[in-house]
């Protein structure tokens, strides 16, 4: 999920790790700094068009590795969250690093995610600006619910109850989509679609020669 800038504001310095109070934190994840560049996949690639395979090598060196190169790819992307299979590893999990509406800032990973949403009575929709690394360059309007519980587990295997708000709680229903095979563009019409698509070919050089210049900032 895409970084808005309206969105990098903080409004309290309040971090929440895998879900838990934390009293400080630092600007990067510590992941990133043994992580490595990953190429970001494109959308109509296929590991971004069906549902993720779940992961079995928890507590394995291959899999916080992979969270590494996870964190300093969504940095240096200037996303706020990244799935693996836009990384091009099919497995059921995902990064992120996140602002809600109150400026609190949610990091952490977690692995077979399930996404749970309010009920009907409680559930309320907000249409808010949404974009995505796997579609550089393009941003469009869709309609989330403004709550979201995600429920998983961590890299060596204990569980996790992440909940989030306002911008978080979209982020966690972005990310939960991508490990089940879909992007936002699923949740545009055909003309919105069309327009997001229309939008990354025009800009998506300038956004692969940002990602580049950073990734070389930071000597990887």
């Known amino acids: 999920m895409s970084v808005h ?51 079995k090598d928890l507590g394995s060196p291959e899999l916080s590795s992979l969270i590494d190169d996870m964190f300093l790819t969504m940095y240096v992307a200037e996303g706020a969250g990244l799935a693996a299979n836009q990384v091009g590893v099919d497995l059921r999990l995902f990064v992120y690093d996140c602002l809600d509406d109150h400026g609190i800032r949610h990091v952490g990973h977690i692995i077979d995610p399930v996404l749970e949403l309010p ?33 998983g587990l961590d890299k060596d295997g204990s569980p996790l109850v992440v909940e989030g708000t306002g911008y978080f709680a979209r982020c966690l229903q972005h990310e939960t989509d991508h490990v089940l095979g879909h992007t936002y563009l699923d949740r545009l019409s055909g003309r919105d679609r069309r ?26």
């Open 5 to 55: 800038h309206e969105r990098t504001r903080p409004v309290d310095r309040r971090v929440r790790l895998q879900g838990r109070p934390t009293d400080s934190f630092p600007a990067r994840a510590p992941e990133a700094e043994r992580g490595a560049v990953r190429r970001i996949t494109m959308v109509g690639e296929d590991v971004l068009n069906r549902p993720c395979q779940e992961v």
């Open 119 to 151: 009920g009907p009575g409680d559930r309320r929709l907000v249409d808010d600006v949404e974009g995505c690394l796997s579609v550089p360059g393009a941003s469009m309007v869709v309609p989330r619910t403004d709550r979201a519980v995600v429920r």
């Open 195 to 220: 327009n997001a698509l229309q939008q990354m070919e025009e800009n998506r050089e300038d956004v692969f020669a940002r990602r580049a210049a950073k990734a070389a900032g930071l000597g990887r």
